[in-house]
């Protein structure tokens, strides 16, 4: 929410909280664009027509250009007056097919969806086949390399606790920001040809996910070994890392309060 407006929305009566599903391709990402439709984008435009005045939203997190989401969750202050209840059945009536609001409640005046979160969930799906399947495209990688799903686990045991995951951050972005993150889970399950890949930490740097399955792919194809990783984490060097795994394959999961 920008700065000049945030004391004139607290003056509102309500503080609307929204969990927010959406396939993000077609989609710039998640925050708001002055060229280019970002899901912020559209939630703004159909919004005040259901609350009856001009709406600014925050959010628990900026998904990528690509990235699709399950349970990104947003607030907002309105005086709108529609009955909690029936703000999803409103909204989804406006939105496109492609973004849904799955939940509505009111919170309290002090919640933020980006300040107030305590962790994240995000979930990456990797299809491990030589034959491609075109139903999956929008959501996950595929991939057609023999992977060592043994050694990838073992690699992602790396990830858990509290480190530096400066190898991982997006080369050239955020630089500032304390690259120390912990991480609770990192684990990956296999359901027939689909890999799934499941993240939870109390923060997440700008690509770090997708850095991470890029980098314990090429762990899986025998490019680097358990060992390799953990000497590229200690290195904190981006460069020294795999290459960042695709956006479709990523989901924003859960966010934690």
């Known amino acids: 929410m920008r700065q000049e407006h945030k004391e004139t929305m607290k003056r509102r009566r309500r503080n609307i909280k929204l969990t927010v599903a959406y396939d993000g391709t077609a989609y710039h990402g998640f925050q708001r664009q002055n060229k280019c439709v970002a899901v912020q984008n559209v939630l703004e435009e159909i919004l005040p027509a259901v609350f009856g005045d001009s709406i600014e939203i925050a959010a628990a997190g900026r998904t990528d250009a690509g990235v699709h989401a399950r349970g990104q969750v947003v607030n907002f202050f309105s005086d709108g007056m529609i009955p909690i209840e029936n703000i999803p059945k409103a909204a989804n009536r406006l939105l496109p097919k492609d973004i849904v609001v799955t939940e509505a409640q009111e919170a309290d005046r002090d919640f933020s969806a980006l300040h107030s979160a305590k962790s994240k969930i995000y979930v990456y799906q990797l299809y491990h086949s030589k034959v ?92 680097l070994s358990p060992d390799n990783f953990a000497e590229i984490m200690q290195a904190k060097d981006r460069n020294k890392a795999g290459k960042t795994a695709p956006a479709r394959g990523l989901t924003l999961w859960h966010v934690n309060y």
């Open 132 to 223: 491609p399947d075109p139903l999956l495209h929008r959501y996950s990688w595929q991939y057609e390399y023999k992977l060592c799903l043994a050694d990838m686990r073992k690699a992602l045991t790396l990830v858990t606790g509290e480190h530096d995951f400066s190898a991982f951050r997006a080369a050239g972005g955020a630089l500032g920001m304390n690259p120390v993150r912990t991480i609770y889970e990192a684990e990956c399950k296999q359901e027939g040809a689909m890999l799934t890949f499941r993240f939870w930490g109390n923060g997440f740097l700008y690509h770090m996910v997708r850095n991470i399955v890029g980098t314990v792919v090429k762990v899986g194809n025998g490019r």
